[in-house]
C-alpha cells in the first residue's frame, strides 16, 4: 500500500500544480559586443556581426511560485545572425539554454539568471571557400525587465553579460555582452468564462 502511494505521489504532486505551469514562447532581438565580421557591399552599407547580435527564438516553461509573487522561467533556444553578399554568406548562431528567476509586482516582473549558450560557432561561405570558427561553449548571467499587460503577454528590455572563447586558442575571446528588446508570450492557465 504505501508502495503505491509513494508511486503515484509525483503525479498528485504535478497535477496540483499544473494551473502553475505554463508553456512559453519568447523571441528577443539582441545587439552588442565585439565585432565578429564585416561584409562588404557593393551597392548598400556594409553589414556587421558582433558577438551579441541575433534573433533569438526560444520556448519553454514558466513557473509561477503560489504566493504569485515569484516566478521561475526556463527556456531553450536558436539564436542566430546571417547576411549574404553577391558571393558568398555568413552566419552567426548558438543554443542558448536560460533560466531566470522573477520578482513580480502589478504590471511589472523584474528578473536575473544565467544563460548556457551551446556550440556558438561562425560560418561562411565565399566564392566557394568555406571556414567555421567555433567557440567553446559559455556561461553567463542575464537581467530582464518586462512589462506584463496581461498574464499571457510581457514585453521588456534583456541585458546579457557573456564572453565566448575560441576553441583550440582560448586567449581569443570575444565578449558577447549585449541589449535586447524582448516578448514573452504564456499560454494556459486559468481563463475567464463570459455569458
Known amino acids: 500500500m504505501l508502495k503505491k502511494i509513494l508511486m503515484t505521489l509525483p503525479i498528485c504532486m504535478t497535477l496540483s500544480y499544473a494551473d502553475f505551469i505554463k508553456p512559453v514562447i519568447e523571441v528577443s532581438f539582441e ?27 526560444a520556448m519553454g516553461m514558466s513557473i509561477n511560485n503560489p504566493v504569485k509573487h515569484f516566478e521561475t522561467q526556463l527556456t531553450v533556444g536558436y539564436k542566430f545572425d546571417t547576411n549574404s553578399a553577391s558571393n558568398g554568406d555568413v552566419t552567426w548562431s548558438m543554443i542558448p539554454i536560460t533560466a531566470i528567476g522573477f520578482f513580480k509586482i502589478p504590471d511589472w516582473r ?6 548556457y549558450h551551446i556550440s556558438p560557432e561562425l560560418r561562411s561561405t565565399f566564392d566557394n571557400n568555406r571556414f567555421t570558427d567555433e567557440f567553446n561553449n559559455a556561461l553567463g548571467a542575464i537581467i530582464q525587465i518586462q512589462y506584463e499587460p496581461t498574464s499571457f503577454l510581457a514585453i521588456g528590455l534583456k541585458g ?6 575560441l576553441k583550440g586558442d582560448p586567449s581569443q575571446k570575444a565578449n558577447g555582452n549585449n541589449l535586447g528588446l524582448v ?11 463570459y455569458r
Open 31 to 57: 545587439g552588442g559586443g565585439d565585432e565578429l565580421v564585416t561584409i562588404d557591399h557593393d551597392y548598400e552599407n556594409d553589414y556587421i556581426i558582433d558577438a551579441g547580435d541575433g534573433l533569438n527564438l
Open 110 to 115: 523584474f528578473g536575473g539568471g544565467l544563460t
Open 160 to 165: 546579457t553579460f557573456i564572453e565566448y572563447e
Open 183 to 193: 516578448l514573452t508570450i504564456k499560454f494556459g492557465g486559468n481563463t475567464s468564462r
